[in-house]
Every structure is written in C-alpha cells, then in structure tokens.
C-alpha cells in the first residue's frame, strides 16, 4: 500500500521565498574547508579578471588603429595585443582548470559532512521520531537532496563569487570609460529585480512539491522492496504498479510546470540585456559621432554590455536553483537541528563529568552505584502522542502500571495482541519515556541514570531479529565489540549457533547478507541470542525470542538459559508454556494494564485470565510481540 505525501509527516515550510537563514545554518559545513574556500575565491577573481581585461585590449587595439589612420605615420605594433591577449587566455585557463579541482573536492567533502552529521543525528533520536516518519522519507533526505545542496553550496559558492567580482569589475569599467552611458546601460537592472522576484514564489512552491513527492516515491520504493513476496502472495504487482504509476505522473507533472518556469525565467532576462544592448547601440552611436567617443570605447561598451549579462544570468540561474533547493535544504536543516527528546539530564551530564574527572571506586560513569538492584514501576502511564495527519490526544498504550521486580527475578508478560507488553519493556529502556509516573532502577529514576548505562545493562533478543550485513563473528562480537574470538565462539556454544555455523561456507567467516537474508529465520534468532548472552546483561528481555525456532533448537537455548538467567533479571514476552511456566512473576497485561499476577501455580489456582488461556489455548496464540521495536506498540 502507498504512502501519501501527506503521511511522511513533512514539515509544512510556510515562507515564499529563499529562506537565508536556512542556507546560513547549511553553510557551516562550506566554512568547515577555510583554505578551500580561500582558492576558490582566489580563482573566480582572476577569471573575471581576466574576463573583463579581453574588451579593454580590443578597445586599445582599435583605438591605437584610429589614430594611426587619423594622424598617419607609422603602422603601430600589434605584438603587445596579442601578448596581452595570450596573457588573459593563460590566466583564464590555468584559474578554470584549478577552480574546477578545488570545487569537485569542496563538493564531495560537504556531501560526507552533511551525511555524517545526519547519520549522527538520527542514531541520537528517539524512536517516536521514526514512528513518524516512513525509512524511504529519511533515505530521501541522506541521498538526493544531500546530493543537491552539496552541488549547490560548492558551485554555487563559486558562481557567485565569480558572478559579484565580474559584475562589479563591469559596472566600475563602464562608469570610468563613460558615466553617461553606463548609467544608461544600469537602468536597466530595476526591471531585472522586478522580474526575479515574479518567478520566485512560483518557482519555490514548485520545487517544495516536487520534493515532497520524490519523497513518497522513495518511500514507495522501500516498501515495495521489504514487502515484495507479500505483493506477490496476494497477486497485488498489476495495482502496486498502478498506484505507483500515478505517484510518477504526479511527480512528471510537477516537474514540467517547473521546467516551464525556469525556461520563462531565462529568455527573460536575455531579452532585458537586448534592451540595453539596444540603447547603448542607440546612445552611443550618437557620442561618437556628437561628443567625440572613441570607436573602441563604443565596441567595449557593446561588448561589457552582453557581458554585463552573463554574471546577471549567472545569478539568477542560481538564484532560480537556490529556490528550487529550497525544499532540499529545508528538509535536512530540520533533520539536522532536530533535538532528541530522551538525552541525558544536565544533573546526569554534571556527574559524568565529574566522574570522568575524578573517579570513585564502585560507581558508575554516571556517579550512582553500578548495580541494579530492583526495579519497579510506579503508576507509570504512557499514550502516543498526536501526529500532524491524526486529531484528538493521542492513543493510551499503558495505563496505571505498578509492579516491583527483585533483582534476579524472571517475569514473563503475558496478553493478547496490542496489550502493551512491548512497549512495557521500551519505556523501561528508555526507548519512550512515560506520560506520567516513574520506572526506578535500585530506587533511582533511570531518567536520573545516564542512557549509555542503562542500556549498557540491557541485552535484547526480538522475534523479528535484525543482523547487518557482514559476518557471523561480526555480527555476534556487536554485542560486545572487544569480545575475542574465542570469547565469540563461546557464546555461540551456549545457545547452539556453533553446530550449524561450522557447516557454512567460511564458519564464522560466512556472509549473511543484508539483514542476515542468507540465513533461517530460526538461524538468524540464534545468531541475535548469542549476540546478546555475549554482552553478559544485567537484564535480559526476551520478546518472542524462542518463537521462530523448532522445539529442538529451544530444547538447546532453554538449557543455556537455565544457567543464563540465574542470578539475572530477565523480561520473558512468550507464549509457549516451557518459558512462562519457569518465571517468578507472570504479569497479565490486556487493554494496557495489568489484570492479574502471580506465579504460574498461583494464576491456575485464581482461575481467571491465564488459567482460561492455559486450559482454552495454552498459550499458543496469545503474547504475540506486538510490532518491531522500531515502532513500538
């Protein structure tokens, strides 16, 4: 199913013109390069330099010509025109020629910085931010319109420095060779600002659309990808083609009305510089033959006058790419300024600080002892917040949630579908953070303890578990990366990945492909479980984490969890009986709250919730992980 524009949840930018302060904030990462841009500047001045220097030896030659003709004797020396020429000609080449390479570097380099800072930026957000935002809106961002703003602030930079040095090297030529005609030949720049300013709101508001549906499509793309074998199964190819078909036009269509803008624009301002070209043919005809203006003066004047234009086109091409880019840079500088919501407290920051500079035996980076302890909920409350695209307060996912654990204690969570059991275990990782109450953790608020430590502490195993690309030793060494290989195979053993990774091409050495396609989903969840057990958590969640593997490979993974989960606190989302009939604490979660706890024996005997569960279903079809931990429930 499509996305709409509407549903990536884009910000709607209300100005109708370049916004500078928006290319102030992205022209940081040009300032990052001094030097750079120090050459650049360098060479767009001597190549208009050297372009406004080639009608000054025309006017001198033609000059030197009239008098020669006018006053006889003898025939005057061409040689140093041309030397002046091959001068001008050399300096324009060798500046081209460098320009070109300091500005592909300062292209590409500001290309990695913006991505580097958006890449940062997204792995510090907190996962509301992508519960709002579809992964081919964000790839949009990091790709295309990174790609354009670069273009744009490298050869932008130039263009303009080149443009402003030329164009004011003109004016200054035109007012010193004759005032009256130059101001003649500048009456014209009032009409010129008349017309930029015309194109400009139509050309922004085209451009802003054109973004925001490249940006669905993209999304559409990802979508179509990760979902391909569900088109498939439902036999949707022949719709999924048309409903993208029509999000195509919509872009063909947006496309062309700016293409059309932007051709208006130019022959626009060509025809206002054939109107000055008119009047100096027509004004300066007459000084030559009234108030004694040289020729060559009246050819320069011709020829500064066509060239008075390009810097003034050059302009309003950027100016017109500088609109259409608008929407790119609006869309990053929001991405990039975006503050997370779940940080670490100033409080927090001062005793990291404090402990970094002065540490103290048996504390935590963060000051507070390094132990958990118990961990209790108190009257903890938790509900989405409101989109743009939603009305109303937001959906209530937990409501009144009061539970101790003691430290060492197993608990499985245990419900129907969309309880809340998942995101139970988010807001207890600080993955969301609660509408009103608080989670302590040995008696401390864990907004009061520093993120890295609290999730330092956590080692998580999902239903759905996501490896990179990579191989099997790298993806179970993420868990703790100065893990040693031996330290890895380890791991490994408990939970019986090394039996099946011996038999793969390579061993530990294997490829497993993007997201771990190569291998089983069964296999890829054994990778994820040693992957966590290496990181020896305080606390273990388990979500589904035994649901996709045959009984004889969890005969294998409830062995080493026996010896795992001593002395450990662990979560446990499942529904098979093996797992929950073992935990300390069984929380029945339905509709966000807990309706009944206890122990296994001691939920039978009550005879409510669970045992109807037990006896109706054994659990088979109930405690379903609600979604990805992306999304959260």
Known sequence: MSQSPQSLQDTQYGGQGVQWKTW?????FARAYPRKLRLVALFAFAVGLADISFPLVTKYLIDAIERWQAEGGATPSLWPYGFAYAACTLVLCCSVFSFIRVVGFLKVSVA??????????????????????????????????????ATIMAWGTLDV??????????????????WKLGLLVL????????????????????????????????????????????????????????????????????????????????????TIGSLATALVLLQGGLFVSSSGMSLGTLVAFLAY????????????????????????????????????????????????????????????????????????FEHVHFGYAPTSSSSGAGSKVLEDIHVRIEPGQTVALVGSTGGGKTTLISLLCRFYEPTSGRITVGGIDVQDRSLAWLHSNFGIVLQDPFLFGGTVME???YGRLDATDEEVREAARWVGVHDFVTRLEGGYDFEVGEGGTKLSQGERQLVSFARALLKNPAVLIMDEATANVDTETERHIQAALERVLEGRTSFVIAHRLSTIERADLILVIESGRIVERGSHAELIALGGRYAGLHQHQGLATVGRSEDDWSHGV
């Open 24 to 28: 102030k904030h992205l022209s940081r």
């Open 112 to 149: 990695a910085d913006i991505r580097q800072a958006g890449f940062h930026n997204l792995q510090q957000l907190e996962f509301a931010y992508y519960d709002q935002r579809a992964t081919g809106w964000l790839m949009s961002r990091m790709t295309s319109d990174c790609e354009r703003l």
């Open 161 to 178: 420095l080149w443009a402003s040095s030329f164009l004011i090297g003109i004016t200054t030529v035109l007012l010193v060779l004759h």
């Open 187 to 270: 009456t014209v720049m009032p009409l010129l600002v008349w017309a930029s300013r015309a194109f400009q709101k139509r050309q922004l508001k085209a451009s802003r659309k054109i973004r925001k549906i490249n940006s669905a499509i993209t999304a559409d793309f990802n979508e179509s990808i990760q979902g391909v074998a569900t088109t498939k199964a439902f036999a949707r190819q022949a719709a999924q083609a048309q409903e993208f078909g029509g999000r195509v036009e919509e872009l063909q269509q947006a496309s062309v009305r700016n293409a059309v803008l932007s051709a208006l624009y130019l022959p626009t301002v060509v």
């Open 305 to 376: 006058t066509r060239l008075l234009f390009e810097p003034l086109r050059e302009l309003a091409m950027i100016f017109g790419d500088l609109q259409m880019a608008q929407a790119s840079a609006e869309r990053i500088v929001e991405l990039l300024t975006t503050e997370p919501q779940i940080v670490d407290s100033p409080e927090v920051q001062a005793r990291l600080a404090q402990q970094a500079a002065n540490p103290q035996p048996g504390r935590a980076d963060d000051g507070w002892p390094q132990g958990l302890g118990a961990i209790e």
């Open 475 to 477: 993806n179970i060494r």
